[in-house]
């Protein structure tokens, strides 16, 4: 008779695969709270202190560390020392290690969870019994996950628990326990710059179609503690799969919506915002978005940080919008943004928009890049003004608007705003003056432009930024300062009447 280790904190799925095993003749060896289920649902089964003779102890701490079950597990049936030892101590070979681990990162997600509370739900014998059985994973069978009960209930029945079988319920098993040690590690740790080591542990969510072109395969993986405002955490009520590239442009646009209170809607084209509006209402900050770009926001994504109403609802149904993400959509605003199969509706968590976020990484052949994300707030009172022209409190309140936009613009950046509304957006160019020259074309004509500032996300090299801005009508130019040449573009600001102001800070987004 083949012996079964049964230790589950997650008791999905238990009892029926217990009954599978006994139909397969394992004897079933099991820990307090799994053997009590199991005899509960009158399942025989022995329980551990039989196999150890010794009592559970230190509250549970210790109950399955011993010899008499690790030689069970780490025992090689093919060596004849491992079985010669095993006579001698009169340990029974164990065959079968079903263990799942104590819920920390459940535990965790408790806003009031204390550290101690949360040091229980560390697992160490069930962590130590995953680890054995999948080491020896050519005699033993290690099963972590209710999920594998069926498929390791057939393989059983059918005989086809094969060496590839098992070697892939190991690989699961490492991964189960890498993932755990993982989430440990990260919430001890309460600075990651003091440590020299970097452990990320993502789940697999879904496969995609593809990366960002066809030819590229592609995977979301998700955050193990859920992140409720974000991409992977939201709902799609109707359209189609999104895709890698709606992916990143949906993250980006979630980034640029948290930094605005009032209702803000923002149109986002391959990871660029082409317009932002804010007012008093979403349907005023719709139409202050839309104009901000009427061309570029065809086919691009949308995030409202509002529920949706009928009245938007129905002036974005009139275009080809790809995504449109917000916290819910009034019952008669979505019959009309569902008669489009094609168009996803997502909605996002908004009431967690302002926690704290984790840093950012980017991969490089060979390593993996940390930063923290660029929160920082552009305050008034850290900015300079050089220039002889000085701004109204309407330019500032503009300036500061245009700062938030602009983190969210690659680089070189230029923005052309209102207080309210971008008009010109200039993105990711390999010089600053043809990032300008785009802002400043889109922006031209449109109304507002006469009472516009221009936002720089990092110090203009010389002095034609602003020659060109003055020449084209930009009465106030914000930009951090910093340039070994910006004498001469306040020397140039003079010249053409322009409030120059240096906000000092860069805001690059590469």
């Not at 649902?41 to 509250?59: G, K, Q």
């Not at 319920?169 to 919430?187: G, P, S």
């Not at 915002?273 to 979403?282: E, F, K, N, T, Y």
């Not at 957006?425 to 004509?445: C, F, S, W, Y």
Request: glycine fraction near 6%; charged fraction near 20%.
């Amino acid at each position: 008779m083949r012996r079964a280790l049964l230790s589950v904190s997650d008791k999905t799925g238990l009892v029926d695969f217990a009954r599978t095993l006994l139909a397969q003749d394992f004897e079933l060896v099991s820990t307090g709270g799994t053997q009590a289920v199991l005899a509960a649902a009158n399942v025989p089964v022995t329980p551990i202190e039989a196999v150890t003779h010794f009592p559970e102890m230190l509250d549970g701490r210790v109950k399955t560390l011993n010899p008499l079950v690790f030689g069970g597990i780490l025992a090689k049936r093919d060596n004849v020392e491992h079985q010669q030892t095993l006579k001698d101590h009169n340990i029974t070979p164990i065959d079968l290690v079903c263990v799942n681990l104590y819920p920390f990162a459940q535990t965790i997600q408790d806003p009031d969870v204390t550290l101690a509370e949360a040091v229980e739900q560390i697992d160490i014998g069930g962590q130590s019994l995953i680890r054995a059985a999948a080491k020896n994973y050519p005699d033993v069978l290690v099963v972590c996950d209710p999920d594998d009960y069926q498929p390791v209930g057939q393989a059983l029945q059918t005989h086809n628990d094969d060496i590839a079988f098992r070697k892939r319920l190991a690989a699961k098993a490492f991964q189960h326990t890498a993932q755990y040690d993982a989430l440990i590690a990260t919430y001890l740790t309460d600075d990651d710059s003091a440590t020299d080591q970097l452990t990320l542990t993502y789940q697999k969510e879904q496969s995609l179609r593809y990366g960002e072109n066809p030819q590229q395969a592609a995977t979301l993986f998700r955050d193990p503690s859920p992140v409720p405002f974000s991409i992977p955490a939201a709902k799609q009520l109707h359209g189609k799969p999104l895709s890698f590239n709606n992916l990143k442009d949906a993250d980006a646009a979630l980034g640029l919506i948290r930094e605005f209170d009032r209702p803000t809607v923002i149109a986002l084209k391959h990871m660029n915002p082409c317009g932002v509006g804010s007012a008093d209402d979403l349907e005023t900050a719709w139409d202050k978005c839309y104009a901000g770009d009427t061309m570029s926001i065809f086919g691009g994504i949308i995030v409202l940080n509002r529920p949706v109403d009928l009245a938007t609802a129905q002036k974005m149904h009139q275009l080809f919008l790809k995504i449109i993400i917000a916290p819910g959509f009034d019952d008669d605003a979505y019959a009309v943004l569902a008669k489009k199969k094609n168009l996803r509706l997502l909605t996002v968590d908004f009431t967690h928009a302002k926690d704290p976020e984790a840093p950012e990484y980017v991969s490089v052949r060979g390593g993996l890049l940390q930063q923290e994300r660029d929160h920082v707030i552009d305050d008034l009172a850290n900015f300079t003004v050089p220039s002889q022209a000085q701004p109204t409190a309407e330019q500032l309140a503009a300036i500061q608007f245009g700062l938030k936009a602009i983190k969210f613009v690659k680089s070189n950046a230029i923005l052309v705003n209102t207080t309210s509304q971008t008009l010109g957006v200039g993105p990711g160019q390999m010089n600053r003056i043809d990032a300008l020259k785009i802002a400043v074309t889109k922006a031209e004509g449109k109304a507002g432009y006469d009472h516009s500032v221009l936002v720089s996300d990092a110090f203009f090299p010389m002095d034609d930024c602003v020659e060109y801005a003055a020449e084209h009508g930009i009465h106030v130019i914000a930009e951090p300062g910093g340039s070994i040449r910006d004498k001469d573009s306040i020397a140039m600001a003079d010249k053409h009447g322009v409030a120059l102001v240096f906000t000092g800070h860069w805001h690059f987004r590469h």
